[in-house]
């Protein structure tokens, strides 16, 4: 906002105005000046100590709500008024002050901390507690109508448009007993409150083409209606358990639709061909008929069905598959070979069977199987070293005997191994360590230090490689490192 200077004419102007009542904000606002313009011209007036509660008791004179003074007999009666139950709302409307001076006038009679629970409720118990959209004559009509006639509370709420919850309160008020679920259920039944798409003129319709014979889904095509409406047509119509068999025959004959049965003579065909080992399903798709029909032929004439271990073995036999089952004599070899510390998958291959089969196995006889890392161990990972493996980064070379050997943070190299002396805790060795040991033995290496001739970290030869003491060790490096200090310091530096 740009600084505005004020004339003497307007600084006066301000002083009167303050005078009569109107605050600082207002002429803020009324000059188009901050609020601090007008505190600092207040000061330079000499009014700021100015006591303005007369001219401000005048000026909400003209309020509906004032900001009056208090006298002695308008603060007994406020007193006497709030004692006996009157809300500060009520105080308000009726002498006009604003909501804070009440509060504050009883504050100052102590009475902020009354207690005013039984008043209250006396006062409430004389009014209505509800707000009431009816009169006293139309809730009793209300609640004739609600215990004579066959009415819910919902069907009451849509005669007279309210909500559910005002005809529960109307009949909870006049003491009437409400309906239990049950009479509800039986009135809406009677009326049948469903969300209809069919007309009550056209289930019985649909009833007696049911009982014609007719199914759902030809019924629900004939009237383009849904199949999930129509049973519930029909479970409304009683006719849901109905046994039709005797309307499907009728139909049928009428239709000139022979019903499939087969005489004496392709029953006894059927019965040699599944006692030959044909399956049921077969016998199904080659007569082209459904498979109950054929386990309805073999119960008829006492012919015991194949349990499901028979049926498997029958399928297997038959076919080239491998046999899932196996026998007990080769199950006690399975459990030698797995003693053996042969992995139950080359057990699998070589019987033909599932690595599932040899478990079950396992399981039965009680053998206890190896843990993951023990069978880990068994296996053999060399397709996934180097880089056939998925981390390969191809950082790293291979050894003389064909292993892959990557290199650590310090620039040696390392290798993979599963039993060895001197491995470390994640099984792996340093080239240089496992070289030689080969040349020299583990017993020598044992304690000792392995050292790089040429001190090339990545060069393995046998050439190369040197045993030490560590303290022999130390001191060769110390030594090393002293010279290489001397030269790059004094040797290699220029001076001119």
């Given at each position: 906002m740009e600084k505005i200077e004020l004339n003497q004419e307007q600084e006066i102007q301000i002083g009167e105005l303050y005078k009569s009542g109107i605050s600082q904000s207002d002429l803020a606002k009324q000059f188009n000046v901050t609020k601090g313009i007008i505190r600092g011209i207040v000061r330079k007036l000499g009014l700021q100590g100015l006591d303005r509660k007369y001219v401000l008791s005048k000026k909400s004179a003209t309020i509906n709500r004032v900001n009056k003074l208090f006298t002695k007999e308008q603060e007994i009666e406020i007193g006497e008024l709030y004692k006996s139950g009157a809300s500060y709302t009520d105080l308000m409307n009726k002498y006009g002050f604003s909501k804070s001076y009440i509060c504050k006038l009883i504050k100052k009679l102590g009475l902020?901390?009354?207690?005013?629970?039984?008043?209250?409720?006396?006062?409430?118990?004389?009014?209505?507690?509800?707000?009431?959209?009816?009169?006293?004559?139309?809730?009793?009509?209300?609640?004739?109508?609600?215990?004579?006639?066959?009415?819910?509370?919902?069907?009451?709420?849509?005669?007279?448009?309210?909500?559910?919850?005002?005809?529960?309160?109307?009949?909870?008020?006049?003491g009437t007993n409400l309906k239990k679920n049950n009479e509800i259920l039986e009135i809406r039944e009677e009326k049948d409150y469903r969300n209809r798409v069919i007309s009550l003129e056209l289930e019985p319709k649909i009833g007696e083409l049911y009982l014609g014979g007719a199914s759902l889904t030809d019924i629900s095509e004939r009237l383009f209606i849904s199949k999930q409406t129509i049973s519930g047509c029909i479970r409304r119509l009683g006719l849901k358990n109905l046994n039709r068999s005797k309307v499907h025959k009728e139909k049928c004959i009428e239709n000139g639709i022979e019903r499939r049965k087969f005489d004496l003579d392709e029953e006894k065909t059927i019965i040699d061909l599944y006692l030959s080992g044909k399956s049921e399903s077969e016998l199904s798709k080659q007569y082209s008929c459904s498979k109950n029909t054929i386990k309805g032929i073999l119960k008829s004439n006492n012919i015991q069905r194949r349990s499901l271990k028979e049926a498997i073995l029958n399928f297997y036999e038959k076919n080239d598959n491998p046999r899932q089952i196996l026998t007990k004599e080769q199950e006690q070899e399975v459990i030698k070979m797995y003693n053996n510390k042969i992995v139950s998958g080359e057990i699998a291959k070589k019987y033909n069977v599932s690595s599932h089969v040899v478990i079950a196995c396992l399981e039965r006889n009680n053998i206890p199987r190896r843990t993951i890392s023990e069978s880990c161990k068994l296996k053999d990972y060399t397709y996934l070293r180097g880089e056939n493996n998925y981390n390969f980064q191809g950082l790293g070379k291979y050894a003389p005997d064909g292993v892959w050997t990557g290199y650590d943070s310090n620039g040696y190299l390392r290798r993979c191994v599963r039993d060895h002396p001197l491995m470390h805790k994640?099984?792996?060795?340093?080239?240089?360590?496992?070289?030689?040991?080969?040349?020299?033995?583990?017993?020598?290496?044992?304690?000792?230090?392995?050292?790089?001739?040429?001190?090339?970290?990545?060069?393995?030869?046998?050439?190369?490689?040197?045993?030490?003491?560590?303290?022999?060790?130390?001191?060769?490096?110390?030594?090393?490192?002293?010279?290489?200090?001397?030269?790059?310091?004094y040797i290699d530096k220029d001076f001119d």
């Open positions: 902020n901390n009354l207690d005013r629970r039984s008043v209250t409720k006396e006062k409430n118990s004389s009014k209505d507690p509800y707000n009431k959209l009816f009169s006293d004559y139309k809730e009793t009509q209300i609640c004739e109508e609600y215990l004579n006639n066959p009415v819910c509370a919902s069907d009451l709420a849509k005669k007279y448009s309210v909500n559910n919850s005002t005809i529960l309160r109307i009949l909870k008020r006049n994640d099984k792996t060795i340093s080239e240089h360590v496992y070289q030689a040991c080969l040349k020299y033995g583990v017993e020598k290496v044992r304690g000792n230090h392995v050292h790089h001739i040429n001190e090339i970290r990545d060069d393995n030869s046998w050439e190369n490689l040197q045993i030490m003491t560590p303290e022999e060790h130390a001191r060769h490096h110390d030594h090393l490192n002293r010279e290489n200090w001397y030269v790059d310091k």
